[in-house]
Every structure is written in structure tokens, then in C-alpha cells.
T-cell receptor
Framework: DGGITQSPKYLFRKEGQNVTLSCEQN?????MYWYRQDPGQGLRLIYY???????QKGDIAEGYSVSREKKESFPLTVTSAQKNPTAFYLC???????????????????FGEGSWLTVV | SQQGEEDPQALSIQEGENATMNCSYK?????LQWYRQNSGRGLVHLIL?????REKHSGRLRVTLDTSKKSSSLLITASRAADTASYFC?????????????FGTGTRLQVTL
């Protein structure tokens, strides 16, 4: 089955700990993303990557780190510097769009099932 | 920052009725997408409309886009209990070749029997 696999589904973090959320995709997509969702809210972009060994900060990158050593994998580390990490984390992937403006292919983003992180 | 704002925040209707959700955004866009999220799950893409399109249909879904008003609407016709979910609009700011989506706050739709 093609798709995006996130693990673990539920994770508990103690104060001061770093934790890593796994994201693997077998869709052969070049671009991968991490979003954070707080209860009753929309999604906010943490980091994204368009190619192996390269990634860019999103809107709320502080306290998070990522790596992209393989095309299929884009793990997210929530560091102790993230003061309010309790949230639902969503990984996503897409192919790269072509064209400009309204003529661009505007690629669909495919999401994993998410990981719940709670600070205890 | 949240680019899109959905209205209403919550909507409760009976099965068979139509559901209309609206989305407003702030800056110029290349395209706008609608996604659905069941509680505690990932998001599923529903439909994409480009900035040079005004209306698009997919099954029971109808999306409109008014770039002059910076707004879009999603209509679900003949709703079913299985349509109960949160619906998000997302605007695409294509950065390089990745689709960097900015999501609204969502509309929670409840369809009762």
C-alpha cells in the first residue's frame, strides 16, 4: 500500500527531553512537510524539504529540528527548547509542482495519520 | 500566520441537507485547496481550484473561487452522516517547487440522521 507512515501514534515527553517523530513515505515524492495542529485549530508549517539533504524553516520552526538523509524519510525532533510541544503533528508529502502562477500544477499534499505528543 | 479563515466555525445539519462553508484569505494565491479531517486523523485532499478558475465540481462537492473578494466556498450537497468532519481551506504559496500550504482554522461539520 502506498502512503505515509508516521510513528509513534502517541508519545509522551518529559520536561527537558528531546523526542523524535518518524515519517516515512513510499510515494516517491520529492517534497515532505511537517505541520503542527493544536486542538480546534488549523495547521501550521514547521519545516519542509524539497530535496534530500536540504530543508527550509516554516512559520514555527523554533524548538524543532529535521533531517532529510533519504528521500523516503523526514524525521522531526522536538527539542527541549520547544516550550509548548503538546500538539498533534502531521507529516505530509507531495510531488514538485511545475509551471508558474495559475498554470502551475498545484500539487496535492498527502498526509500521514498524525502523531500525538504530550508533555508529562 | 493563518492565511485563511473559515466561516462558520461549526455547522450542524440534518442528513440530506446541503452544507456550505466559506473561506477568506489575505494575499494573492496560485490555487486554493479544500481538505477534510476526521477527528484525530490526517487530512484528505478533496479538491483544488486554480486562481484562474471560478467554479469546480467533484461528485457532491462544488467549490467556487472569487479572487476579487479573496474568498472561496465549499458546498456539499445531499449530505450524509459520513460527511461529519472538519473541513479546511488551504492556499498555496508555491515556493520554489514545493507546495507550501497555509491552512485556515476549519469548519466543524456535524451531520445528524
Amino acid at each position: 500500500d502506498g502512503g505515509i507512515t508516521q510513528s509513534p501514534k502517541y508519545l509522551f515527553r518529559k520536561e527537558g527531553q528531546n523526542v523524535t517523530l518518524s515519517c516515512e513515505q513510499n510515494l516517491n515524492h520529492d517534497a515532505m512537510y511537517w505541520y503542527r495542529q493544536d486542538p480546534g485549530q488549523g495547521l501550521r508549517l514547521i519545516y519542509y524539504s524539497q530535496i534530500v539533504n536540504d530543508f527550509q524553516k516554516g512559520d514555527i520552526a523554533e524548538g524543532y529540528s529535521v533531517s532529510r538523509e533519504k528521500k523516503e524519510s523526514f524525521p522531526l525532533t522536538v527539542t527541549s527548547a520547544q516550550k509548548n510541544p503538546t500538539a498533534f503533528y502531521l507529516c505530509a508529502s507531495s510531488s514538485l509542482h511545475r509551471g508558474q502562477g495559475a498554470r502551475s500544477s498545484g500539487n496535492t499534499i498527502y498526509f500521514g495519520e498524525g502523531s500525538w505528543l504530550t508533555v508529562v | 500566520s493563518q492565511q485563511g479563515e473559515e466561516d462558520p466555525q461549526a455547522l450542524s445539519i440534518q442528513e440530506g441537507e446541503n452544507a456550505t462553508m466559506n473561506c477568506s484569505y489575505k494575499t494573492s494565491i496560485n490555487n486554493l485547496q479544500w481538505y477534510r479531517q476526521n477527528s484525530g486523523r490526517g487530512l484528505v485532499h478533496l479538491i483544488l481550484i486554480r486562481s484562474n478558475e471560478r467554479e469546480k465540481h467533484s461528485g457532491r462537492l462544488r467549490v467556487t473561487l472569487d479572487t476579487s473578494k479573496k474568498s472561496s466556498s465549499l458546498l456539499i450537497t445531499a449530505s450524509r452522516a459520513a460527511d461529519t468532519a472538519s473541513y479546511f481551506c488551504a492556499t498555496a504559496l508555491n515556493t520554489g517547487t514545493a507546495s507550501k500550504l497555509t491552512f485556515g482554522t476549519g469548519t466543524r461539520l456535524q451531520v445528524t440522521l
